[in-house]
């Protein structure tokens, strides 16, 4: 147990949504358990000494889900979670009792939904602070087993029973109607003229573009003009590496005849000791 706490008239403990430290027990004076509605400010129920509230927050650890606030002066003591659950162990009735209350709530809260559902509900407040409908024109329902027991509304046979026509009527189809045979086979799809492939056979600069895109050209048709440079260069060095290869046949063709011939090699003074050799 935290402590005692005082409270004037209208002053709140908590509000709702609030984290939860503590729970309370009324010591003296009157606290009201309130709820934020569409009507504004609705007043649940009135608590004596020395009823224990705020204890929902410390079970779940969910935010406040309702406010409490002082009518006149009040005197409130603080429970914290740890000695309200040393209590419940050592208690076990108060757990059941504290059980019990929270069915009755649930209880009542049921059957306010159900007649908010039913028809608009008008309340006047009592002399001891409880709440009466003044409206009595609804079906009660006394507890939540009831909605449990209900059978399945008509639109929902509706249509599982439709869902099942579907079905069935797909599963007839499929048993009566004949399929024809399928094959299948691995390939690729070609066209019957291949595609052909236009480059040039060295890289170069295209100097000059002689025709359209998708024009029609026909065979030996110029259809660009590409700089010659590098191709100017590789003909003279071909051209010279061909003389070399002539020159090169020149003499083994005249080895050739004099090995043949059996002739004798005359000396001259313009061949080396190298190229004689």
């Excluded at 935010?63 to 309200?84: L, N, Q, Y």
């Excluded at 009735?93 to 504290?98: S, V």
């Excluded at 005849?257 to 005359?266: A, G, R, T, V």
């Amino acid at each position: 147990v935290a402590g005692d706490r005082s409270y004037t008239d209208g002053e709140y403990i908590f509000r709702e949504g609030e984290s939860a430290e503590y729970a309370y027990i009324v010591k003296s004076g009157i606290i009201e358990i309130t709820k934020i509605s569409a009507r504004g400010e609705d007043v649940l129920v009135r608590l004596e000494p020395p009823s224990l509230f705020g204890e929902m927050a410390l079970i779940d650890g969910s935010p406040r889900s309702a406010s409490a606030r002082a009518k006149g002066d009040t005197i409130v003591t603080e429970v914290t979670a740890t000695a309200f659950g040393q209590y419940i162990k050592q208690n076990p009735e108060a757990a059941i009792r504290i059980m019990k209350n929270i069915s009755e709530n649930l209880r009542s809260a049921n059957q306010i939904i159900a007649q908010a559902g039913s028809s608009p509900i008008s309340s006047e407040e009592n002399s001891d602070g409880s709440f009466q409908s003044t409206n009595v024109a609804w079906s009660e329902i006394d507890d939540t087993d009831d909605i449990y027991d209900r059978g399945p509304s008509v639109p929902f046979l509706y249509t599982v029973y439709s869902l099942l026509a579907f079905v069935l009527l797909i599963i007839l189809i499929a048993t009566l109607s004949k399929v024809d045979t399928t094959v299948s086979a691995r390939g690729q799809f070609t066209t019957r003229t291949p595609n052909i492939v236009v480059e040039a056979g060295a890289n170069s600069i295209v100097r000059q573009i002689l025709v359209e895109r998708g024009e029609e050209v026909k065979k030996s048709q110029v259809i660009a003009f590409l700089d010659d440079t590098m191709t100017t260069a590789n003909l003279s060095q071909n051209i010279q590496i061909i003389q070399n290869l002539e020159q090169t046949l020149n003499r083994l063709q005249l080895e050739k005849s004099y090995i043949e011939n059996d002739l004798p090699i005359i000396e001259t003074k313009k061949l080396s000791a190298l190229n004689f050799d």
